[in-house]
């Protein structure tokens, strides 16, 4: 079974003089424990792609399946609690790490916890043990405003895989940190797909951070344009 | 993991200033009910305190609290002669203003028949002296008057000495309340100087001898009745009975109100004429502005967390982007609105709890008054969420990718 499987994907942005196709077509499929990046230059549509995958931007047209269940054809499915399939199945990273300013960082990844219905114990406890294992022991009461731009993607990496979720989808998760902690990113990226066997979807329009994924798509206008090996 | 409280720590000045300010205003909306109630209790006071179950005023009018009523003291005989009345007495109110030390100084001056046994309406239980014993110059005063006993006061033409002081009794409009004999009383208000009255005699006398066709014997007559009615001061104001056990209070009402000039209340009456006639505007007023300030409440709750959901804009659409269900949402938004009630109540309710004593007029906090403020407080709060609610229900997860 896939992962992610996506066929004739197209997205519709406005009508009439001011309609843009953000996505035509597109479709492919990814198995559990694979690592994908999709480049393209910016206004390909590869945060429409992504996003549409994610289950928060609805298809104009085609077909979106996760895990074996189909949400999308044509639009959302009637009757599918997209939030719940967000939450069990999908792990999200952001070029701004979007963590809550008011919660700590163990806070910040036990409430993805906690809204999938883990006791307050359970939650910490797994939350402690992804911090640990994200190399952020030591700042767990930290607020995001104190921490730095590596630490904080670090622990929206954490929040991300709090659920073990079947998908992970990171949209740029390099484009604010520097070199080192970029790469850095990345190789946490590989290891996780690896590891937890999640399909892993990375947005990127940095040639220089693919290396070492298992296929790459590039984007533009909207369309696939290839498919290569990493 | 509690985020309204999370939220709220993560800013708590902000917040805790404001929930107090909005305490400030409800503990204005809490003392202008416990000043109603203040002025209703006060209104009764009196009448509560004299016990009669029928009162006897002067016809076609709301005496004696509502209006001037005069009747003749000696009513209270013929009064009490009627079958299923217990006792009859006569009561004189009025309202005194004096200078002392320097200020104007107000208060209530009841008359009553101070002969054991015999008199209504008399001073309520002493906290300090002793009752009135001898028919002149002695006083009883309400603690709120401020006279020890040994004090004296000067009334009219003469002194009083304090003799007792009774506890916290006011007058329907809030002045505290001294008792006299009814002798004194009438003295008091209606007895001239020596000089006012001879030359009130000397006018009466030019007029009647300036009468034609008067004999000397119908001139001397008519100058003695003229003398008695304007020098009498046999009038007061009131005079209250007490029915006999199973005596009916409406037939004696009717048996009274058949003779001239007079009406009989039932203490019912008085309680209807002091609440609708008296205090009806207070009441409407005083819960107007306690509906302008709720509504004022309301309106600053609901910005605040119309704008604290706004500030919050970013963090709603990642926790829709994570997977959180709208009760998670919901319950930070509706939780902080809540809080913020509560604290407000709280802080407005300790305020006037501490200060109420303090204040120039009666507050009264009733409970149920305060139970209602509460649960009105709690539905404002949650009405007023419902702004920011809405506000975040239409917040899109992918407000949450931008930059
Ligand atoms: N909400 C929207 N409404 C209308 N048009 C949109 C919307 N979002 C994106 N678009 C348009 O769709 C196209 C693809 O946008 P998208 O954000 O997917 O590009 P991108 O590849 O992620 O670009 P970048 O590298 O700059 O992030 C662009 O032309 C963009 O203007
Ligand atoms: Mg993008």
């Given at each position: 079974m896939f992962a992610v499987e996506i066929a004739h994907l197209t997205k519709v942005y406005g009508q009439g003089e001011t309609k843009v196709v953000a996505i035509a077509d597109a479709s492919f499929q990814v198995v559990p424990g694979e690592l994908i990046a999709i480049l393209g230059p910016s206004g390909s549509g590869k945060t429409t792609l992504l996003t549409s995958i994610g289950l928060i931007n609805e298809p104009s047209q085609g077909?979106?399946?996760?895990?074996?269940?189909?949400?999308?054809?044509?639009?959302?499915?009637?009757?599918?609690?997209?939030k719940r399939v967000r939450r069990e199945k999908l792990g999200f990273i952001f070029q701004h790490h979007n963590l809550i300013p008011f919660l700590t960082a163990l806070e910040n990844v036990m409430v993805a916890l906690e809204i999938n219905g883990h006791s307050r114990a359970a939650a910490k406890a797994r939350a402690l043990e992804l911090l640990a294992a994200l190399n952020l022991s030591r700042r767990p009461h930290n607020y995001p405003a104190a921490l730095s731009g590596g630490e904080a993607q670090r622990v929206a990496i954490a929040r991300a895989l709090a659920n073990r979720p079947k998908v992970i989808l990171a949209d740029e998760p390099t484009a604010a940190l520097d070199t080192e902690n970029g790469k850095n990113v990345m190789a946490m990226l590989k290891q996780i797909a690896v590891e937890n066997r999640s399909a892993v979807l990375v947005v990127t329009h940095d040639q220089r951070m693919v290396e070492g994924f298992d296929r790459i798509f590039e984007v533009r206008d909207g369309r696939i344009v290839k498919e290569s090996k990493g | 993991m509690n985020l309204a409280l999370r939220d709220i720590r993560h800013h708590r000045g902000r917040f805790v200033l404001t929930s107090i300010g909005l305490g400030l205003l409800l503990g204005v909306v809490i003392s202008m009910g416990g000043i109603y109630r203040g002025l209703v209790a006060d209104a009764m006071a009196i009448l509560q305190s004299t016990g009669a179950d029928l009162w006897v005023v002067q016809q076609n009018t709301n005496g004696p609290f509502a209006e001037s009523s005069r009747i003749q003291e000696d009513l209270r005989y013929r009064i009490a002669a009627v079958p299923g009345v217990a006792q009859?007495?006569?009561?004189?109110?009025?309202?005194?203003?004096?200078?002392?030390?320097?200020?104007?100084?107000?208060?209530?001056?009841?008359?009553?028949?101070?002969?054991?046994?015999?008199?209504?309406?008399?001073?309520?239980?002493?906290?300090a002296g002793r009752p009135i014993a001898q028919k002149h110059y002695q006083m009883v005063v309400s603690q709120a008057m401020n006279m020890p006993l040994g004090d004296t006061i000067h009334l009219g033409l003469h002194d009083y000495t304090v003799v007792g002081i009774t506890g916290k009794l006011v007058s329907s409009s809030g002045d505290p309340v001294a008792f006299v004999t009814l002798a004194d009383a009438q003295d008091i208000q209606f007895k001239q100087e020596n000089n006012a009255i001879r030359n009130d005699r000397a006018r009466l006398d030019a007029w009647v001898a300036g009468l034609p066709g008067l004999g000397g014997a119908q001139e001397r007559m008519l100058k003695a009745r003229l003398a008695g009615l304007t020098e009498s001061t046999h009038t007061v104001n009131t005079v209250v009975a007490r029915l006999a056990p199973g005596a009916e209070l409406g037939r004696i009402k009717?048996?009274?109100?058949?003779?001239?000039?007079?009406?009989?209340?039932?203490?019912?009456?008085?309680?209807?004429?002091?609440?609708?006639?008296?205090?009806?505007?207070?009441?409407?007023?005083?819960?107007?502005?306690?509906?302008?300030?709720?509504?004022?409440?309301?309106?600053?709750?609901?910005?605040?967390?119309?704008?604290?959901?706004?500030?919050?804009?970013?963090?709603?659409?990642?926790?829709?982007?994570?997977?959180?269900?709208?009760?998670?949402?919901?319950?930070?938004?509706?939780?902080?609105?809540?809080?913020?009630?509560?604290?407000?109540?709280?802080?407005?309710?300790?305020?006037?709890?501490?200060?109420?004593?303090?204040?120039?007029?009666?507050?009264?906090?009733?409970?149920?008054?305060?139970?209602?403020?509460?649960?009105?407080?709690?539905?404002?709060?949650?009405?007023?969420?419902?702004?920011?609610?809405?506000?975040?229900?239409?917040?899109?997860?992918?407000?949450?990718?931008?930059?």
């Amino acid at each position: 079974m896939f992962a992610v499987e996506i066929a004739h994907l197209t997205k519709v942005y406005g009508q009439g003089e001011t309609k843009v196709v953000a996505i035509a077509d597109a479709s492919f499929q990814v198995v559990p424990g694979e690592l994908i990046a999709i480049l393209g230059p910016s206004g390909s549509g590869k945060t429409t792609l992504l996003t549409s995958i994610g289950l928060i931007n609805e298809p104009s047209q085609g077909r979106v399946v996760i895990d074996g269940q189909l949400l999308a054809d044509d639009g959302w499915l009637p009757g599918v609690d997209l939030k719940r399939v967000r939450r069990e199945k999908l792990g999200f990273i952001f070029q701004h790490h979007n963590l809550i300013p008011f919660l700590t960082a163990l806070e910040n990844v036990m409430v993805a916890l906690e809204i999938n219905g883990h006791s307050r114990a359970a939650a910490k406890a797994r939350a402690l043990e992804l911090l640990a294992a994200l190399n952020l022991s030591r700042r767990p009461h930290n607020y995001p405003a104190a921490l730095s731009g590596g630490e904080a993607q670090r622990v929206a990496i954490a929040r991300a895989l709090a659920n073990r979720p079947k998908v992970i989808l990171a949209d740029e998760p390099t484009a604010a940190l520097d070199t080192e902690n970029g790469k850095n990113v990345m190789a946490m990226l590989k290891q996780i797909a690896v590891e937890n066997r999640s399909a892993v979807l990375v947005v990127t329009h940095d040639q220089r951070m693919v290396e070492g994924f298992d296929r790459i798509f590039e984007v533009r206008d909207g369309r696939i344009v290839k498919e290569s090996k990493g | 993991m509690n985020l309204a409280l999370r939220d709220i720590r993560h800013h708590r000045g902000r917040f805790v200033l404001t929930s107090i300010g909005l305490g400030l205003l409800l503990g204005v909306v809490i003392s202008m009910g416990g000043i109603y109630r203040g002025l209703v209790a006060d209104a009764m006071a009196i009448l509560q305190s004299t016990g009669a179950d029928l009162w006897v005023v002067q016809q076609n009018t709301n005496g004696p609290f509502a209006e001037s009523s005069r009747i003749q003291e000696d009513l209270r005989y013929r009064i009490a002669a009627v079958p299923g009345v217990a006792q009859a007495a006569p009561l004189s109110f009025q309202s005194v203003q004096i200078e002392r030390r320097g200020k104007p100084f107000r208060f209530f001056l009841i008359g009553y028949d101070y002969r054991p046994g015999l008199g209504l309406g008399g001073p309520p239980a002493l906290i300090a002296g002793r009752p009135i014993a001898q028919k002149h110059y002695q006083m009883v005063v309400s603690q709120a008057m401020n006279m020890p006993l040994g004090d004296t006061i000067h009334l009219g033409l003469h002194d009083y000495t304090v003799v007792g002081i009774t506890g916290k009794l006011v007058s329907s409009s809030g002045d505290p309340v001294a008792f006299v004999t009814l002798a004194d009383a009438q003295d008091i208000q209606f007895k001239q100087e020596n000089n006012a009255i001879r030359n009130d005699r000397a006018r009466l006398d030019a007029w009647v001898a300036g009468l034609p066709g008067l004999g000397g014997a119908q001139e001397r007559m008519l100058k003695a009745r003229l003398a008695g009615l304007t020098e009498s001061t046999h009038t007061v104001n009131t005079v209250v009975a007490r029915l006999a056990p199973g005596a009916e209070l409406g037939r004696i009402k009717a048996v009274i109100g058949r003779w001239n000039h007079l009406r009989a209340l039932s203490t019912e009456e008085q309680v209807e004429i002091l609440t609708k006639g008296m205090i009806e505007k207070a009441r409407m007023q005083l819960g107007m502005f306690r509906i302008i300030l709720l509504v004022i409440s309301g309106v600053i709750i609901s910005l605040i967390i119309y704008t604290s959901t706004l500030d919050k804009i970013r963090v709603i659409a990642t926790l829709k982007l994570i997977g959180s269900q709208n009760r998670v949402i919901v319950a930070m938004i509706l939780q902080q609105s809540l809080l913020m009630g509560l604290i407000a109540y709280f802080t407005g309710y300790v305020l006037v709890r501490l200060t109420h004593k303090n204040f120039p007029r009666r507050i009264e906090l009733v409970p149920l008054d305060l139970q209602v403020l509460f649960v009105i407080v709690l539905v404002i709060c949650t009405v007023a969420s419902l702004v920011g609610i809405r506000k975040a229900m239409r917040v899109d997860p992918a407000e949450a990718l931008g930059g």
